[in-house]
């Protein structure tokens, strides 16, 4: 039992035991003779102890108590001696192979529960073929003391009967052969309750998903490089769990492989110089990893339909022959209420009906083919090359968005038709799944609409008024050209502005004065 801080056991925290057996006497005599020599009498009292949790006739789990009981029962102290005891004495029983121990940390109440799920003890046969138990044991009480308890656990054959040198004959009789079993009627509510009566299938089903996604350290260990400056941090990862955890975590985020964890640890300035993970970094390079490998598998998965188009191609005119002989392709039908506009340069060449016909049937290339009087360019045939065969949109689909960009663009938009544009309208439409022709349809009315809302916004934002009924701005008098054929100040009138004008300089000396 690992345990760093004795703060985290003591006799206030709660346990449970788990078991899945019944201890017979042979079992019991294994307990005595076999593994007391090694573990000692005490961790033996502590198994037994465990093992009375639950009735002799009943597995499963015990009910949640307090560690004090055990504390009780055994007659240790509660303190830092009486825990330390009882931990090395459990560790005894991890190490031959009886007691597995598990914490369980209950964020509710910020606290831990423990879990002792004992294990049956081996056969005197599977003992004594471990090779380290039963070297344990030669230390423990001597060889030839080991020699004659494995004597002990086997009858003597009787002389006359001569079992080795006979030849037998299998004459049991086989299950199917007795008994007939009713496979035609499947009873649903039978497999169902057994199911969750069962704890045993509850427990391997989540042990096998965590063991699917999450790597162990003999699996990074054997890949890692002997001569690699990181293999003594590596070689931490053994005893550290923590740290194993925060590979494992990495690991399922960026669904990365064993050989792809070995080359992230053996990159520089992913441990500290303590030997600790450097966790932004780590993830940083898995990041770059993940998208990496996510390009190569695009270019992976396009080329490989390139190849399947070009050889499509080549058996085309003997598909076009088969055709011929039989019945014409199937036409999808398009409800008038999810009709499209026809563009501008088509209204020459086709309707409405025959437009969105088009567009409801053909596929995309052909499509790309009749917008551009010359050839197509290559970009735009890789983007929706990527679209259709990385992010698996549907055909139609694909028509409707390239509806929908050409009328961007007639519309007069400033927008470009570039590879992020395209990409990111195509992940919004597999975000909100749209899968059909009359979801895509929708999908542009809507995006219509929300650019029409906020170009109205916008215009509002940029007219302000000033009162109900009045105009955008208020108008400003402008000064009028005086031209000068108008009349001249008279001699009075100009005697008249001088004696204003002194009065007002007058008055202004005063005041500063």
Request: glycine share 6%.
């Amino acid at each position: 039992m690992r345990m760093k801080n004795l703060h985290h056991y003591t006799e206030h925290h709660r346990y449970c035991v788990y078991r899945e057996f019944g201890l017979s006497a042979l079992d019991d005599r294994m307990l005595t003779g076999a593994y007391q020599p090694m573990v000692g009498a005490f961790a033996v009292g502590l198994y037994r102890l465990l093992f009375q949790h639950l009735p002799g006739e009943q597995v499963g789990y015990s009910p949640l108590e307090q560690q004090r009981r055990l504390f009780m029962t055994l007659g240790l102290e509660p303190s830092e001696k009486g825990r330390k005891y009882l931990v090395e004495q459990a560790s005894k029983l991890e190490a031959v192979g009886l007691l597995q121990t598990s914490r369980l940390y209950i964020p509710e109440n910020d606290d831990y529960i423990y879990e002792y799920e004992l294990q049956p003890p081996l056969s005197p046969a599977e003992f004594f073929r471990t090779q380290h138990l039963t070297l344990l044991l030669r230390d423990k009480i001597g060889k030839f003391a080991v020699l004659s308890l494995r004597s002990g656990f086997s009858a003597v054959e009787n002389g006359d009967a001569p079992y080795p040198v006979a030849n037998k004959e299998n004459i049991s009789v086989p299950f199917y052969d007795l008994f007939e079993l009713n496979t035609h009627v499947i009873d649903y509510e039978l497999e169902q309750a057994l199911s969750e009566v069962s704890t045993t299938a509850q427990r391997t089903g989540t042990n096998d998903t965590a063991e699917e996604n999450s790597l162990n350290y003999a699996d990074i260990i054997l890949r890692f490089p002997r001569e690699s400056v990181n293999r003594r941090h590596v070689e931490q990862l053994r005893f550290d769990h923590e740290q194993l955890g925060i590979v494992n975590y990495v690991v399922n985020k960026f669904n990365l492989s064993v050989q792809d964890v070995c080359r992230l640890l053996d990159e520089d300035d992913i441990f500290s110089p303590q030997g600790q993970l450097i966790l932004d970094d780590l993830q940083h390079k898995a990041s770059l990893q993940f998208r990496q490998t996510k390009k190569r598998h695009e270019q992976q998965t396009v080329q490989a339909a390139k190849v399947v188009a070009l050889r499509q191609h080549m058996e085309e005119p003997e598909r076009k022959e088969k055709e011929d002989s039989g019945e014409p392709p199937v036409e999808h039908g398009v409800q008038m209420e999810y009709y499209v506009e026809v563009p501008p340069q088509f209204m020459t060449k086709c309707d409405i009906h025959q437009y969105n016909m088009m567009l409801r049937n053909e596929p995309y290339t052909r499509l790309l083919q009749t917008f551009f009087p010359g050839a197509v360019p290559d970009n735009l045939i890789d983007i929706f090359e990527k679209i259709d065969l990385s992010y698996k949109l549907p055909g139609e689909v694909i028509n409707v968005l390239i509806h929908y960009l050409m009328a961007l663009l007639v519309s007069g938009g400033e927008q470009r038709i570039n590879r992020n544009f395209v990409e990111a309208i195509a992940s919004n439409m597999l975000l909100k799944q749209v899968n059909s022709y009359e979801k895509a349809v929708q999908y542009i009315r809507d995006q219509a609409k929300v650019k029409g809302k906020q170009a109205a916004g916008a215009a509002g934002t940029r007219t302000r008024t000033y009162g109900k009924g009045t105009k955008a701005k208020p108008e400003i008098p402008i000064v009028q050209d005086v031209s000068s054929d108008g009349d001249a100040v008279s001699e009075e009138e100009f005697e008249e502005m001088m004696r204003f004008a002194q009065q007002m300089q007058a008055s202004k000396q005063k005041g500063t004065s």
